[in-house]
């Protein structure tokens, strides 16, 4: 499973979908991962962006499965 948090100073460079994408080649590459998973929040959208510019597809919508606090800073879990 991947999940990033990264400082608001750094967002919309390209720097975590550049991280994201050399720690899945590692995992695939040099780990032998068979499969890598993500959870989103759907209204998370730079965070469901980035995993689909990492080609990730979304496979299901879990109906009630976690609470989210909203906060001026963003969604936290
Ligand atoms: C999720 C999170 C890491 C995404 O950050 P991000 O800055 O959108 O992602 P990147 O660093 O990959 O930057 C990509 C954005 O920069 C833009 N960009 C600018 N220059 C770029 C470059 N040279 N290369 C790639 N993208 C570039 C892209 O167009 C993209 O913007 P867009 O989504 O509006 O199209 C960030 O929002 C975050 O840390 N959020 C708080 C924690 C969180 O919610 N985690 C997820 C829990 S499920």
């Not at 991280?19 to 080649?25: D, K, W």
């Not at 469901?48 to 936290?76: C, D, P, Q, Y």
Request: charged share 25%.
């Amino acid at each position: 499973m991947i999940g990033y948090i990264f400082n608001p100073e750094f967002y919309g460079k390209g720097y975590a979908t550049e991280a994201c994408q050399a720690v899945l080649n590692y995992a695939f590459a040099e780990l032998g991962a068979h499969r890598i998973l993500a959870l989103c929040n759907p209204d998370n959208a730079p965070s469901w962006r980035l995993l689909e510019r990492l080609s990730m597809r979304r496979e299901g919508h879990f109906k009630k499965e976690a609470f989210f606090k909203k906060t001026k800073v963003g969604i936290l879990l």
